[in-house]
């Protein structure tokens, strides 16, 4: 079957083959190092592989590990990598497991003085560091550079420093990517960005070389329950910006589009939600519904969600807000039990991810567990569609090889 064809079935809930998603987006990949093990578990060309997102140090899934992997789903991202520069002119650099990989010309790294890394916004090194990774880590942490708030002075245009009218290089760029991807046959998802309301790996801006506002973690949170004219504002300017920039986008190329990624805002911890709902249905779901409702009414494109965590609390208003896709389904946090999701929701939303633990299982199990709880997911998830496989968010670091092909064969095993 045609991935794209097996992906819609799947995301309009009818049964039959499950579409299968690693590396389209920048929350369903892998860590650079296990792509590597990857590609030399199936016996493919030695080569480099290349960190296309260095943040998370993610590593590129090249078309011979797609189809080794039988993966359905293509992704397209803007140019800039989250630190300002762009995944082009890769050059060699090894991580301090001592495996050589390529990153992109801007990764220009200065030295913390503790054995660690300071990356830099737009790969200047004169520029403040927005990112650290430090000595023996996997990925980068952002730097928080806030300046001195003054209550009388807040200026909610120093929050949206980062959005505005999308370039005609940019436009001219997605364009290309998704005409290119959409050729291979497999589903399309595109992170155009501009749409993340709130999301905290954004606040910081590690992209912009002094970014203004409120650009610290704990303040942002703080800000949500304090200062919520302030966020009314941001996110009221910031949606309005995203429609102008979706429009654009869906007149360049939107037929050959299948599922828009909207926003990356975590609600979840381990154990409960950031907010209340009553916050979630006065700060969020406006804002969520305004973009949602106006590509349900211009185009045929799924909306994509991801929150970590214990959502469960909140997943009707998800659905209220006009999501029709939910990741990555961490059923390991509290109430988000497989069965209960599916049953109570499974008709409303399309789960994306939730396949196999990657706290627990599928780093420190072995592939009989592996595939224990591979098989049980696809059994849970799948029924009458509704359903793209993936982990609970990106495969990380010194993850057993084994267990990774574990998992793979299971899905495979399924489909058949």
């Given at each position: 079957?045609?991935?794209?064809?097996?992906?819609?079935?799947?995301?309009?809930?009818?049964?039959?083959?499950?579409?299968?998603?690693?590396?389209?987006?920048?929350?369903?990949?892998?860590?650079?190092?296990?792509?590597?093990?990857?590609?030399?578990?199936?016996?493919?060309?030695?080569?480099?592989?290349?960190?296309?997102?260095?943040?998370q140090m993610l590593g590129l899934i090249e078309e011979d590990l797609k189809q080794a992997l039988g993966v359905?789903?293509?992704?397209?991202?803007?140019?800039?990598?989250?630190?300002?520069?762009?995944?082009?002119?890769?050059?060699?650099?090894?991580?301090?497991?001592?495996?050589?990989?390529?990153?992109?010309?801007?990764?220009?790294?200065?030295?913390?003085?503790?054995?660690?890394?300071?990356?830099?916004?737009?790969?200047?090194?004169?520029?403040?560091?927005?990112?650290?990774?430090?000595?023996?880590?996997?990925?980068?942490?952002?730097?928080?550079?806030?300046?001195?708030?003054?209550?009388?002075?807040?200026?909610?245009?120093?929050?949206?420093?980062?959005?505005?009218?999308?370039?005609?290089?940019?436009?001219?760029?997605?364009?290309?990517?998704?005409?290119?991807?959409?050729?291979?046959?497999?589903?399309?998802?595109?992170?155009?960005?501009?749409?993340?309301?709130?999301?905290?790996?954004?606040?910081?801006?590690?992209?912009?070389?002094?970014?203004?506002?409120?650009?610290?973690?704990?303040?942002?949170?703080?800000?949500?329950?304090?200062?919520?004219?302030?966020?009314?504002?941001?996110?009221?300017?910031?949606?309005?910006?995203?429609?102008?920039?979706?429009?654009?986008?869906?007149?360049?190329?939107?037929?050959?589009?299948?599922?828009?990624?909207?926003?990356?805002?975590?609600?979840?911890?381990?154990?409960?939600?950031?907010?209340?709902?009553?916050?979630?249905?006065?700060?969020?779901?406006?804002?969520?519904?305004?973009?949602?409702?106006?590509?349900?009414?211009?185009?045929?494109?799924?909306?994509?969600?991801?929150?970590?965590?214990?959502?469960?609390?909140?997943?009707?208003?998800?659905?209220?807000?006009?999501?029709?896709?939910?990741?990555?389904?961490?059923?390991?946090?509290?109430?988000?039990?497989?069965?209960?999701?599916?049953?109570?929701?499974?008709?409303?939303?399309?789960?994306?991810?939730?396949?196999?633990?990657?706290?627990?299982?599928?780093?420190?199990?072995?592939?009989?567990?592996?595939?224990?709880?591979?098989?049980?997911?696809?059994?849970?998830?799948?029924?009458?569609?509704?359903?793209?496989?993936?982990?609970?968010?990106?495969?990380?670091?010194?993850?057993?090889?084994?267990?990774?092909?574990?998992?793979?064969?299971?899905?495979?095993?399924?489909?058949?």
């Open positions: 079957m045609n991935s794209r064809k097996k992906l819609l079935d799947s995301l309009n809930h009818r049964s039959g083959a499950v579409p299968m998603d690693f590396g389209a987006t920048a929350v369903t990949g892998m860590h650079v190092e296990t792509v590597a093990a990857l590609r030399d578990y199936y016996g493919l060309e030695k080569r480099l592989v290349k960190v296309h997102e260095p943040y359905d789903v293509e992704g397209v991202t803007g140019r800039n990598t989250m630190f300002g520069f762009p995944a082009e002119d890769y050059k060699p650099w090894k991580l301090f497991s001592g495996l050589e990989v390529l990153v992109p010309g801007g990764f220009n790294l200065t030295d913390d003085g503790a054995g660690g890394y300071f990356i830099h916004p737009e790969g200047d090194i004169t520029n403040p560091p927005s990112g650290h990774l430090p000595k023996g880590g996997y990925y980068f942490d952002s730097v928080i550079r806030q300046e001195p708030i003054d209550e009388d002075a807040l200026n909610p245009e120093d929050n949206l420093q980062e959005f505005g009218p999308i370039s005609d290089a940019d436009l001219a760029y997605f364009k290309q990517k998704i005409v290119q991807n959409s050729s291979t046959g497999r589903g399309v998802i595109a992170s155009f960005g501009g749409t993340g309301l709130g999301d905290i790996a954004l606040v910081p801006a590690p992209q912009l070389p002094h970014p203004r506002g409120i650009r610290d973690v704990e303040e942002w949170y703080v800000s949500t329950a304090i200062r919520q004219d302030y966020v009314h504002e941001v996110f009221d300017r910031q949606s309005k910006l995203a429609l102008q920039n979706l429009d654009k986008l869906n007149r360049a190329a939107g037929d050959l589009v299948d599922v828009a990624f909207i926003c990356g805002t975590d609600f979840g911890t381990q154990i409960g939600t950031f907010c209340s709902p009553e916050t979630f249905d006065t700060l969020y779901l406006p804002y969520y519904k305004r973009i949602n409702d106006w590509i349900h009414q211009n185009t045929a494109w799924k909306t994509f969600k991801h929150s970590c965590g214990a959502i469960e609390g909140l997943m009707t208003r998800l659905i209220a807000a006009g999501f029709d896709i939910i990741n990555p389904v961490q059923c390991s946090a509290s109430g988000m039990d497989a069965q209960l999701l599916k049953d109570k929701y499974g008709e409303q939303i399309t789960f994306w991810g939730g396949g196999i633990d990657t706290q627990r299982i599928l780093p420190f199990g072995t592939p009989d567990e592996v595939r224990k709880q591979v098989r049980e997911r696809l059994e849970i998830f799948s029924k009458n569609g509704g359903y793209v496989f993936n982990a609970i968010h990106n495969v990380q670091p010194r993850t057993p090889v084994e267990n990774v092909a574990a998992m793979i064969e299971t899905v495979r095993d399924f489909n058949k």
